[in-house]
């Protein structure tokens, strides 16, 4: 198994010249994060594509990663996953996309045909997070390094970090629901703090540029798509209604909407001028294309292992030089 590790040519701002692999070496071998450097894992959204993520995440964990971190940003499935790495029980977590039982009940396309949403946000973040695989929410919120879950606001279409309104369980259960609450697909917008919210890919799928607008210097970007994978065209239908939901329920967030198709290029761009302060995983040329609302469990563990021997590829020769 091979993976695709890329790290953009370009420099940022950053008390010294180390690169973002130099910044995990160092860290994981002296145990401590004063280096002066701001280091941040940002995991890029996606629906079900997360399942790459989440693998990522858990050779993360097994490789000792879980602590070097000052911040973890994530949208939509990519808060979900840094949540449970942040909890310690990123490789139990991880369980819920390979549950049939699971999937089915969170991702049903028949429930749209009777007016409820595709994705059961509640029944997965309170029902299994808060119940079947329980998720350690006091250990997140008492964590020391600091938890950015992204959401879009549907009053201005920006991407919003919902960090200072997280103070409890119930609003980091909160928190977890907007950044991951698709339009139309998953119900109306989270409200939380007084606004409402909607999955935050629809503004930043991955968040680098509100990492770095924090003071962020370094990154670690887990990515669920291939370097030659684009983000499809949406269909006819899909923009019709899509846009029409959006303008009636989350109006301030339609241009974001209409704007969905060069997300990518730009998110890409953005990476590239960062250069080796950022060190970025992909799946491997090959995997397979994991569709936002799969629900398929062979594909999902597929994926799931894939993702995770890629990061381990990336990552062995890292922190365990020869």
């Known amino acids: 198994m091979t993976s695709t590790a890329t790290a953009a040519k370009g420099p940022l701002s950053a008390p010294d010249s180390a690169t973002a692999a130099e910044v995990i070496r160092a ?3 002296s145990g401590h994060r004063a280096d002066g450097n701001r280091l941040a894992l940002v ?12 693998g990522m995440v858990q050779a993360l964990e097994e490789l000792g ?14 808060a979900l996953n840094g949540a449970w790495l942040l909890c310690g029980r990123a490789a139990t977590g991880m369980r819920s ?28 973040v309170h029902g299994v997070y808060d119940g079947v695989e329980p998720m350690d929410f006091p250990a997140i919120l008492a964590n020391p390094t600091s938890f950015h879950p992204v959401a879009t606001d549907i009053r201005t279409g920006q991407a919003v970090d919902l960090a200072p309104h997280i103070v409890d ?19 109306p917008p989270v409200v939380l703090a007084g606004a409402g919210y909607l999955d935050g890919g629809l503004a ?11 003071g962020v210097t370094h990154a670690l970007v887990l990515r669920t798509r291939r370097t030659d994978e684009l983000r499809p065209p949406a269909s006819l239908l899909h923009r019709v209604v899509g846009g029409g939901y959006m303008r009636t329920i989350a109006h301030g967030a339609y241009r974001a909407w209409t704007q969905r198709p060069g997300q990518q ?14 060190l970025q995983i992909h799946p491997p040329t090959g ?36």
């Open 27 to 29: 860290r994981h071998l």
């Open 43 to 54: 995991i890029e959204g996606g629906g079900s594509r997360g399942v790459y993520s989440s």
């Open 65 to 78: 990663l879980s602590t070097i971190f000052d911040a973890v940003y994530g949208t939509s499935a990519g």
């Open 97 to 124: 996309w390979t549950d049939p039982t699971i999937m089915r009940r969170v991702v049903d396309p028949v429930r749209i045909v009777r007016g409820r949403p595709v994705f059961d946000l509640h029944y997965l």
């Open 169 to 187: 369980k119930a609003t980091l259960l909160t928190a977890l629901r907007a950044s991951a609450g698709l339009p139309l697909l998953a119900g």
């Open 204 to 214: 930043e799928s991955v968040p680098i540029r509100m990492a770095v607008r924090a």
């Open 265 to 278: 290029a730009l998110e890409d761009r953005a990476l590239t001028d960062l250069g080796d302060k950022v």
């Open 287 to 322: 995997s397979p294309a994991v569709e936002s609302a799969a629900r398929d469990t062979d594909l999902l563990t597929r994926a799931l292992d894939i993702g995770r021997a890629a990061a381990h590829t990336t990552l062995d020769d890292i922190v365990h030089p020869a």
